[in-house]
């Protein structure tokens, strides 16, 4: 069952963090139109100077999906250009990386926990698929879900922890 | 090998997440004694009016840690008062939630994941132990990390996405 585990935290949590930012980017674009600005100026906020703004904040936390995933079962992501500019580009690329996200199985996680990930600025180290999946991709999504969510809660757009969690699967 | 993967993403992913939050408080506090304010100013920061302070940020945290490998064993978890409201108390506060996950073993998880966790306010609704832990817990976690980065970040503190996933297990 291995493979399944490793499918739901990874692909499944990937899913679920990135349908619930296209529904806080059209709470923040309900937000800008109610209140008669454009939802660009959101789309380039930031919380600090030397921080990214929001367009590359869930470019990234897009990027971090599809790579976590391709990285731990050996498999190439499809490139995007980071070129957004606007919501409707954002939103396509989100919808792009969960259609991607949608092809994989749990069959798919087979050996992902075991596998060697590593990228050419790591000089030849190497993290374990399981290890990079959990101290490197998973926090890492939230991380830029989160920073999103930030920026347009600090820029008045009314959202709540369930925004960001999204529904949960409860049952009697 | 079901509970130690689930030890691992619960009690390790929680446990490594608090102890960076304790490094990024020292910074935090560095920060503030170099531009001669007291640190008790980004502890009350937030980054809007109706969002929780500093300090509730990291109770949240401590709480979500303790509480999501309470509920998904079959545990009592500590309590803590919420009465922290200076730097020592609140890294006094994460090293006893850090002390306490220390106590956990892969075997105590041997159930977790078909647990039924359920609490007052879901009025008789559950969700299971996996379910409980990938979908609210995890996410919850790191929501409340990044956030907390992100008020310091907000107020100048010089934090990098190192501070916030730590070291990495980098092998040869």
Redesign the interface.
Known sequence: ??ES?IY??SV??FT??LNNLVKILDKAAAHAESKKFSIDVLLNAR??PD?FHLIKQIQIACDTAKLGVARITGKDAPVHEDKETTLEELKSRLSSVIQYLETYKPEDFKDSSDRKVTQPR?E?????G??YL???A???F??HV??A??IF??N?VDLG?RD???E?????
């Not at 949960?168 to 009697?172: A, E, N, R």
Request: glycine letters at 10%; proline letters at 5%; charged letters at 20%.
């Open positions: 069952m291995n585990i739901e935290i499944k949590s679920k963090g919380l600090y921080q790591w030849g180290k190497y993290l374990t399981f290890e959990t101290q490197h998973l926090p890492n939230y991380f989160t920073t969510y930030a809660r600090h008045g922890k960001y969690l999204g949960m699967p409860y049952k009697t």
